[in-house]
C-alpha cells in the first residue's frame, strides 16, 4: 500500500527541487526570476503529488485609490523638471490555501496581502496579483534567487551541512568515547571486542573500516553506534 503524505509531508516534497533558482530577466532596475520558470519547477511536483495552490481575496479588503507621484525628468537641452505621474493603486488581503487533492480538509492556510500599481485599475490588479503569486511562492519555499550558477550555491549549502553533520557526529562520539573508557577501564581485555564493533560504523578516508570512531562524521552512524555500545558497553549494566 502506497504511503499516504500529509500535505507539510508533500509541501516538503516539493520544495526539495526548487531550493535556488537562477535570476533569468532584467526590468526595472534589476534582475529577477519570471513566474513562468517558478511555475514550471513547482507545477509538475504538484499535479505528481496531488497539491492544489488557490489563492483567496479577503471578503471587505480589497481598495482602489489614486496614487500620484513625481518623476524627476530632463529636456535634450539638459534642463530638469519634475513630471507629475498619475495612477491607481489595489492592494487587499489575500490568504493562499494548499491543499491535499487527497484529503481536502488537510490543507494549510497562509495570509499574504498584494499590491499592485499601474495607470489602470485592471493592469495593477493583474499586476498585483502575479507580483503576490512570484514572491509568495519563492518566499513559502525559502527559494534563493542568484545571479551566480545554482550549483555553486548548492556546493555552498552542501559544504556547510557537512559541517553542522560533523559537529553533532563529533558530540555523539565523545559520549562513545567516555562509555569506552569507562568500559576498558574495568574490562582492558575486552578492547579488541570493542574495536569490532567499532568497525561496523566507522569507515576511514580510503572507506576501509576503521577502529577510530572519530573517522565516523555522519550524525546518524554515529547514533547507532552509541546505541550499541550502550547496549554491549554499559558499566552499570555489567553491574
Keep these: 500500500m502506497a504511503e499516504e503524505l500529509n500535505i507539510y509531508q508533500k509541501l516538503?516534497?516539493?520544495?526539495?527541487p526548487v531550493e535556488i533558482l537562477?535570476?533569468?530577466?532584467?526590468?526595472?532596475?534589476?534582475?529577477?526570476v519570471t513566474e513562468d520558470v517558478i511555475l514550471s519547477k513547482i507545477t509538475g511536483l504538484m499535479d505528481k503529488l496531488g497539491v492544489s495552490l488557490v489563492p483567496n481575496i479577503v471578503g471587505g479588503t480589497t481598495q482602489v485609490e489614486p496614487y500620484s507621484y513625481t518623476k524627476t525628468k530632463s529636456t535634450r537641452d539638459g534642463k530638469i523638471y519634475e513630471d507629475k505621474v498619475n495612477e491607481?493603486?489595489?492592494h487587499c488581503d489575500m490568504e493562499w490555501h494548499w491543499v491535499n487533492n487527497d484529503k481536502p480538509?488537510?490543507?494549510?492556510?497562509?495570509?499574504?496581502?498584494?499590491v499592485g500599481q499601474q495607470s489602470d485599475a485592471s493592469q495593477a490588479f493583474g499586476s498585483g496579483l502575479s507580483y503576490a503569486s512570484r514572491y509568495f511562492m519563492l518566499k513559502y519555499f525559502n527559494v534563493a534567487t542568484s545571479d551566480d550558477d545554482p550549483d555553486n550555491w548548492r556546493n555552498e549549502q552542501k559544504r556547510a551541512e557537512n559541517s553542522e553533520n560533523r559537529e553533532i557526529a563529533t558530540q555523539i562520539i565523545e559520549q562513545v568515547h567516555e562509555l569506552v573508557v569507562n568500559y576498558l577501564e574495568v574490562k582492558p581485555d575486552d578492547k579488541a571486542t570493542v574495536a569490532t564493533v567499532v568497525k561496523?560504523?566507522?569507515?576511514s578516508k580510503n572507506g576501509k573500516a576503521s577502529a577510530n570512531y572519530y573517522d565516523i562524521e555522519d550524525p546518524v552512524v554515529a547514533g547507532n553506534l552509541l546505541k550499541e555500545i550502550t547496549e554491549k558497553f554499559?558499566?552499570?549494566?555489567?553491574?
Design 88 to 90: 491607481i493603486l489595489v
Design 12 to 16: 516538503a516534497k516539493i520544495r526539495k
Design 200 to 203: 561496523k560504523y566507522a569507515k
Design 105 to 114: 480538509e488537510d490543507r494549510v492556510i497562509v495570509p499574504w496581502a498584494m
Design 22 to 32: 537562477q535570476k533569468n530577466k532584467d526590468g526595472y532596475g534589476y534582475k529577477y
Design 234 to 239: 554499559s558499566i552499570d549494566k555489567e553491574k
